[in-house]
C-alpha cells in the first residue's frame, strides 16, 4: 500500500516517530499490515555501520534490498534509519514507484544541541547511541529533505524536541490520513506512484543479476564442500573453480552452517543495485570471483 520514509539527524526521534506510526496505523479503521525495517532488523551496530563509506554503503544496501523485496499494494513499509543523502531517498521513491504504491517521508525536525543531548544520555544509559566523531560525522553530512522534491513529498514534520510524539500527535494523524485514504478517480489529495517501463526493465534487469548471484555463489559452496569432502579433513589450499577465477584458500575445515551464513551476508551486502553503492555482479564468473575474494577474507587467517 505505500512506502515511508523516516528521516532526520541521528538521535532525532526517528524509531519512536517510527512506532508511533506504526501503532496510528494498526488502530486505523483499515487496520493495514505494517512493518519497521531498520538496522536493528539485521541486529547491525549503528558505530560499525558508519564507520567508513563502504560500510554505510553496505548497510543502505541491505536496507535497500529489503525494502524492495517487502514492497507490496498489501502491507504499509516503514524505512526507519538515518535516510540522510537525498540521492538514496531517491532511490527508495523509485521502488515505491515501480511497486504503484503511496510514499511520503516523515521527517523529525529536531536542533543538533538536543541530538546531541539525546545521544550522550543514551550513550550514559547504555543504550544504543553514536560515538562522538561519528555523530558529528553524520550531523555534518545530513541533507535536509525539501518538500519541492519529489522524493521529499509529500513531507510530513514532525518535532519530537517540542512535546515529544506519540500516536495521536497531529502530524502522525495526518500522515496516517494520507497513507489510508480511500482514492477513487475524484480523489487530487492523495498520489499513488505509477510504474514506468524503465523502472520495470531496471526491477527486471536486477532480478536476473540477483539469479546470476545466487546461482553462483551456491556453486562455490558446492566445490568447497565436494574439496573437504575428499580431503578427509585435511588443510584446503588452492580450491580452482575455473580458468581466470581466483583460487579458495581455507585455512581449517568449514561447516555447511557457517559457509551457508557466509552466502547470506554476501548476497544481503551485494545483491542490490544501488546508486549508493556497487551493482550486483551480472555474470556468473564476476559473482564467483565476489565471493571467493569475499571467502578469502573472512576465512583465510581463521
Not at 233 to 246: A, F, S, T
Amino acid at each position: 500500500m505505500a512506502l515511508v520514509v523516516i528521516c532526520g539527524q541521528p538521535c532525532s526521534g526517528k524509531s519512536t516517530a517510527a512506532l508511533s506510526l506504526s501503532e496510528a496505523l494498526k488502530e486505523s479503521e483499515s487496520k493495514p499490515a505494517v512493518r519497521i525495517i531498520n538496522e536493528a532488523s539485521f541486529h547491525l551496530d549503528r558505530n560499525q555501520s558508519y564507520a567508513d563509506m563502504p560500510s554505510e554503503k553496505n548497510l543502505r544496501g541491505v536496507l535497500r534490498s529489503e525494502v524492495d523485496r517487502s514492497c507490496s499494494k498489501d502491507s504499509i513499509i516503514i524505512v526507519d534509519s538515518l535516510n540522510n543523502i537525498k540521492g538514496y531517498r531517491y532511490e527508495l521513491w523509485c521502488l515505491a514507484r515501480a511497486s504503484g504504491i503511496r510514499y511520503c517521508v516523515v521527517f523529525c525536525d529536531v536542533e543538533e544541541s538536543h541530538c546531541r543531548k539525546w545521544n550522550e544520555e543514551q550513550r550514559e544509559k547504555g543504550e544504543a547511541s553514536y560515538n562522538e566523531k561519528i555523530f558529528e560525522d553524520l550531523v555534518r553530512r545530513f541533507e535536509r529533505p525539501d518538500r519541492r522534491n519529489r522524493w521529499d513529498s509529500p513531507l510530513f514534520e514532525l518535532s519530537p524536541d517540542k512535546g515529544g510524539v506519540d500516536k495521536s500527535s497531529p502530524t502522525i494523524i495526518e500522515a496516517v490520513s494520507y497513507l489510508t485514504k480511500r482514492v477513487d478517480s475524484k480523489t487530487r489529495d492523495v498520489k499513488i506512484l505509477q510504474p514506468t517501463i524503465a523502472t520495470q526493465t531496471t526491477r527486471a534487469s536486477e532480478a536476473n543479476s540477483l539469479y546470476e548471484l545466487d546461482r553462483a555463489t551456491q556453486e562455490v559452496i558446492n566445490a568447497i564442500v565436494e574439496a573437504q569432502s575428499q580431503a578427509h579433513g585435511g588443510p584446503l589450499n588452492g580450491i580452482v573453480l575455473g580458468e581466470g577465477l581466483p583460487s579458495i584458500d581455507i585455512s581449517r575445515p568449514v561447516g555447511l552452517p557457517e559457509l551457508r551464513r557466509l552466502r547470506r551476508t554476501f548476497i544481503k551486502l551485494t545483491g542490490q543495485t544501488s546508486l549508493s553503492g556497487a551493482p550486483p555482479p551480472s555474470d556468473a564468473d564476476s559473482a564467483k570471483r565476489m565471493f571467493v575474494d569475499y571467502l578469502n577474507r573472512e576465512l583465510g587467517n581463521s
